[in-house]
């Protein structure tokens, strides 16, 4: 496989709703993270990780409120209304269809299994809905091993203005676990001044990070902790033979690391499900727009010996969502 964004975006498409589905691109939003909807919804798809998905969110939202309180701004947005799918998706997706309809002026997050993710996409097209993050989520629990991370999270992202990745990679890598996180950009469309000059995350980079970027058409960055830039390809099954290029990142490492130590962006999580939950309603919010032009990027991190942890349990699939509703 050549590493470059059609294979990386190909690669989104066969792993999951999208290629079912096949969506326009005009589903996708293009503009800037903050302009879009009035209001925050939160629709928990009746799953097992129902429960620390929210934590997260309500997590991620007290510190953004804590941050723009600090910085002496407003909030922006009320908490989020928690709408919860008794019977799943599949059973009541005539309301979720109303929901849609009547929620206007909405950025609604969500998470679900495969299943009703395969009909909320369709439920969005419907309501002509713009996709902001589409991500799908793996641990591996007892089938884990060695060659491949015990996480993997896969993220298609309106553009860099919604990015999660950051976020997610910096509270992953505290619990000493094998994961990958990979990011693709639907349109590469950025302006500097549309990204938030203070986020409630370090977001970008994360510490104990090696950056590398494989320049060409579309730029695209790998983050590795633990493992070298061939190693970190061969466990993302991308081509190893890529001429990767360290990128300096001296000055974003220290921030970040002094960000981490100070607890600033960090929900403390209990657990990777919180810690996805988090990441999403940070790049709900716009705490994680990149400041710079990327059509895909990637976070492998491989804990030291004799660091690793047992392998996550229970195995567990789901699918996270953010929307707006004009």
């Given amino acids: 496989m050549d590493v470059n964004r ?16 096949g969506i326009p691109p ?45 910085e002496g701004g407003a909030a922006g947005y009320s908490a989020p209304e928690v709408v919860k799918l008794k019977g799943g998706l599949l ?24 299943g009703s993710a395969a009909v909320f996409t369709e439920l969005a097209r419907n309501a002509c809905a713009k996709l902001l993050l589409l ?32 976020i997610l990679a910096l509270q992953l ?14 349109s590469g469309e950025h302006a500097a001044e549309q990204a938030q000059a203070d986020s409630t995350t370090a977001g970008k980079f994360a510490p104990d990070y090696l950056t590398y ?32 290029v360290p990128v300096s990142q001296e000055t974003p490492a220290r921030k970040a690391t002094a960000s981490a130590r100070r607890g600033d962006g960090s929900s403390q999580s209990a657990g990777w499900v919180e810690s996805v939950g988090y990441a999403v309603m940070a ?25 690793r942890r047992e392998p996550v349990v229970p195995a567990e699939r789901l699918t996270s969502f953010v929307i707006d509703l004009a």
């Avoid at 059609?6 to 589905?21: D, I, P």
């Avoid at 879009?36 to 007290?62: K, Q």
């Avoid at 890598?173 to 639907?186: A, K, L, R, Y």
């Avoid at 400041?291 to 660091?307: D, Q, T």
Wanted: with cysteine.
């Fill in 283 to 307: 790049a709900a919010l716009g705490a994680g727009a990149l400041g710079e032009p990327c059509s895909a990027r990637a976070f492998v991190h491989r804990p030291a010996i004799g660091r």
């Fill in 213 to 244: 970027r494989l320049d060409g058409l579309d730029a695209i960055h790998l983050h590795c902790s633990g493992l070298s830039p061939s190693d970190g390809c061969k466990s993302l099954g991308w081509n190893p033979a890529g001429a990767w």
């Fill in 173 to 186: 890598i505290t619990n000493q676990s094998d994961f990958s996180i990979v990011e693709n950009f639907f």
């Fill in 6 to 21: 059609r294979n990386l975006m190909k690669g989104v498409l066969t792993s999951g709703t999208l290629l079912a589905l």
């Fill in 91 to 114: 059973t009541d997706y005539e309301e979720v269809a109303r929901l849609l309809e009547k929620s206007r002026d909405t950025r609604w997050i969500a998470v679900m299994d495969d």
């Fill in 26 to 70: 005009g589903v996708y939003a293009n503009n800037a993270t903050g302009g879009g909807a009035g209001r925050l919804g939160l629709l928990l798809g009746n799953t097992r990780v129902d429960a620390a998905f929210a934590a997260g969110i309500r997590t991620a939202y007290a510190a953004h409120v804590k941050h723009m309180v600090k």
């Fill in 135 to 166: 991500g799908s989520h793996v641990s591996s629990g007892s089938d884990w091993t060695q060659d491949i991370p015990e996480l993997r999270h896969v993220w298609a992202a309106a553009s860099p203005l919604h990015s999660a990745a950051g």
